[in-house]
């Protein structure tokens, strides 16, 4: 019997994380799958090897900026009126901005960043809730009561701890570790859970920049115990994990994936 018998919507599952987190939904038996992004040429390929990995699951694939509010009440009615629910959400569409300095950042980029990592998230997020609200839970993997919906946020270790020339990306993750704990708080009633993963790094082509970055990254992954990148099958998992009826009593929590970053 799968784990996922209701219906999962990947934000940013045209590349990287969510592109791994849609597999891995198809992967674990997952049939019906909402894949979401503002690029449609990538989403295709997504679409293309869940197909491959997995013929039987039914995906619907939607062209979205999560930055633009019609934009994102259009995907969650759309995967209504085909599915009438959204049980899984990973919302993992984000932008990294330039690497500068606050005196060097312009408003039109700080507030890129915000409208898609922290404005936008919050966006799809309200959008998921008010579609869980409606649905009565699905049964769990056993005996215990399972959940209306759950939601998970991708934030970062960078709103765990900071680094040099990313003040709006980390002050973006940060709020979203935050807004993940304000609504666990608030939809704990409704039978909601909402939980966030901070990754560390993790090679995509978010991390694939410039040379400048590319050394700020070689110290980073130093810095952590395990020495290496992530992959996005590994940060994949953890949303799977935090979907699932086995995190049942998992609420508001922040899980690090960093290969120790943070413990350093
Ligand atoms: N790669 C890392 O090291 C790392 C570490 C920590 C957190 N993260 C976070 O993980 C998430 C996924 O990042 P990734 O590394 O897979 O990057 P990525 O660039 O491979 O994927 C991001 C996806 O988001 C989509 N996207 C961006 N803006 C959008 C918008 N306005 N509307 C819809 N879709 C949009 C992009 O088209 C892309 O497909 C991001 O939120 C990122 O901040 C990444």
């Not at 099958?233 to 609420?251: G, M, N, P, R, Y």
Request: hydrophobic share 40%; proline share 5%.
């Amino acid at each position: 019997m799968t784990l996922f018998p209701g219906v999962a919507l990947i934000t940013g599952a045209a590349s990287g994380i969510g592109r791994a987190t849609a597999l891995a939904f198809a992967i674990s038996g997952c049939q019906k799958i909402a894949i979401a992004d503002r690029s449609v040429e990538e989403l295709v390929q997504t679409q293309d090897s869940i197909a491959k990995e997995a013929p039987n699951a039914a995906v619907e694939t939607i062209m979205v900026n999560v930055a633009q509010p019609e934009s994102v009440a259009a995907m969650t009615a759309r995967i209504a009126t085909r599915w009438g629910r959204i049980d899984y959400a990973v919302n993992a569409a984000g932008i990294q901005g330039p690497a500068q300095r606050s005196t060097e950042l312009t408003l039109d980029e700080f507030d890129e960043i915000n409208n898609v990592n922290y404005r936008g998230l919050w966006l799809c997020s309200r959008a998921e809730l008010a579609q869980m609200l409606t649905q009565t839970p699905l049964p769990s993997h056993d005996s215990r009561p399972g959940n209306r919906g759950a939601i998970v946020h991708i934030a970062s270790q960078l709103g765990v701890v900071s680094r040099s020339t990313a003040p709006a990306y980390c002050a973006s993750k940060s709020a979203v570790i935050s807004l993940t704990r304000s609504d666990a708080i608030d939809y704990s009633k409704e039978n909601i859970r909402i939980n966030c993963v901070c990754p560390g790094l993790v090679e995509t082509p978010m991390t694939q920049g410039s040379s400048e970055q590319r050394e700020l990254f070689a110290s980073a992954i130093a810095t952590a115990p395990m020495n290496r990148m992530g992959q996005p099958s590994e940060i994949a998992d953890v949303c799977l994990f935090l979907c699932s009826s086995k995190a049942s009593f998992v609420q508001g929590a922040s899980l690090l994936a960093d290969g120790g970053y943070t413990i350093n």
